[in-house]
């Protein structure tokens, strides 16, 4: 049997058979997924930071606890200070406790014939420092005085710092100002240098 379609071709519906539309599924669920995802991250985040206060928490605590302990540790530490400068200074009088003795027998032993000692004193400064004034007859003299302090090994290189020429009566004479500092490694070796002796050195001041 022959059927014929009477319907006008403009009314006619056509119907076709096609698969799901991706794109509107994709426009759908991808708000959903990136919101999943941010909620995610803010979770873990937050997560981060109670556990974070937590132990700022408990390390703020443990930290008052000893806080006492710190301050006294740090007075023992300044105590400990104190002290041990006290023990440096007593070792520094120490080291240089026989040192004056020794210079001064270096420098009775160090005096040439013709030279007389005025004062001999500690001038309070680093170590042991010695103020030596005196008289002779001769720059010569002084000289050999400078150079046998030198050779006594009891002092750094000795410095002159005044010798005027004057006049008593008809005879020149030449005062003399100098410093010796002492060494304290020193080896004091200046007993064999040929020296007057006191007694001549008084008769040359009397002189």
Do not use: C
């Not at 006008?8 to 799901?20: K, L």
């Not at 606890?65 to 002290?83: G, H, M, N, W």
């Not at 006290?86 to 070792?91: E, G, M, N, Q, T």
């Not at 007859?137 to 020429?165: G, K, T, W, Y």
């Amino acid at each position: 049997m022959i059927r014929i379609n009477l319907i006008p071709v403009e009314e006619r519906i056509v119907t076709t058979t096609s698969g799901p539309n991706w794109t509107v599924i994709a426009v759908t669920v991808a708000p959903v997924v990136f919101g999943l995802i941010l909620f995610t991250v803010f979770m873990y985040q937050n997560h981060q930071l109670t556990m974070l206060t937590e132990q700022i928490n408990q390390e703020e605590s443990t930290l008052a606890k000893y806080k006492p302990a710190v301050a006294k540790l740090k007075q023992l530490r300044e105590e400990q200070t104190e002290i041990q400068a006290r023990l440096d200074a007593l070792h520094e009088i120490d080291e240089y406790r026989a040192l004056p003795v020794q210079m001064m027998e270096a420098v009775n032993r160090s005096v040439p014939r013709y030279l007389w000692l005025e004062t001999v004193e500690e001038t309070g400064g680093g170590g042991v420092e010695l103020k030596i004034t005196g008289s002779t007859f001769s720059n010569l003299i002084v000289s050999d005085f400078l150079d046998r302090l030198e050779d006594s090994h009891m002092f750094v290189v000795p410095e002159l710092n005044i010798a005027e020429e004057k006049k008593i009566g008809q005879t020149k004479v030449v005062n003399f100002t100098l410093i010796a500092r002492g060494d304290p490694n020193a080896d004091d070796t200046s007993g064999d240098v040929s020296t007057a002796s006191l007694a001549e050195i008084g008769e040359i001041h009397e002189y």
